[in-house]
Structures are given as C-alpha cells and as structure tokens.
C-alpha cells in the first residue's frame, strides 16, 4: 500500500442513505476523506448501528476505496447501539486495511469494545478516545502515510 495516496484537497462529508428495511437516516452517518488513505466515518448520536447500516457503510468506503484498502476512524460518540450483525457485517468490509474506532464515554467504549469483538483478525482494529490518538496508531501500522 505504501507510495499510494488520494488526491489531496478538502473533501465534502457524503451522508449515507436510508436502506430499505430501516437503518441510517440520510443525517445518521457522514463519511469524509482524510488525507492519505484514510476515512472518517460519524455515526450520529443516538442512532443505531445496524446490519442495514453496515452494508451501507460497506458500499460506500467501497464507493471512496476503488480497488485500494482505506484505514477506517469509526466514531461511535453517543451511538445509541450496535448490533450483532452490524458486528460482523463490519469486521468483513473487504475495502478497510484498519479500524480506528474512537468514542469519548464509558457507554462509547463498551459499545466499541462489543463491535471490536467481531471477527476482525484479518485488519488492525483498536479502540481510542480521540482522533489524533487513532491516526497516529494507524500510521504506526502504516496504514496512514
């Protein structure tokens, strides 16, 4: 992966739309492009993190990767839930080389602790209280240049 990076500049945040059956809200999780392979994904608080919801993260950090692999920050601030299947659904998106999942609260960290416990053996994937911890923790592991 290294000597591979996207193209500089701002990128706007791309909300995610409703799935059928329920899921996210058109406001419930925004994707932004971080600068060297790597993207934030917010799901908004109080929202649930479903298997609706994790497909459409799937398709869409598959959307943004193109044939590369991304380093995911995963912000579960106030996330009202996490599902089972959003655990797996998660933890088999083929498009993310890491996971950086980042919370503030003892709920947050339990919350992301229960989806960090997911079959995520095959990528790096820790939990943080802030960003600027987990983008350095993915640039040790070189999946952030």
């Known amino acids: 992966m290294s000597g591979t990076t996207m193209a500089p500049g701002p990128v706007p945040e ?6 059928a059956g329920g899921g996210l809200s058109a406001s419930d999780v925004s994707v932004t492009v971080l600068p060297n392979l790597a993207v ?7 929202a649930e993190l479903n298997e609706a919801a994790a497909a459409q993260l799937r398709e869409h950090l598959g959307e943004l990767a193109g044939d590369r692999r991304v380093a995911v920050v995963l912000e579960l601030s106030g996330v009202g839930s996490v599902s089972r299947a959003a655990r797996a659904a998660c933890a088999a998106i083929p498009s993310v080389s890491a996971w950086a999942i980042v919370g503030e609260s003892p709920v947050d960290r339990l919350l992301g602790h229960f989806l960090l416990g997911g079959e995520f053996g095959s990528v790096p994937a820790r939990y ?15 999946n952030v240049h």
Request: net charge positive; proline share 4%.
């Open 14 to 19: 791309v909300p995610l739309q409703r799935a």
């Open 40 to 46: 934030k994904a917010v799901v908004t608080r109080g």
């Open 128 to 142: 943080f209280t802030s960003d600027g911890e987990a983008l350095d923790w993915l640039r040790l592991r070189d």
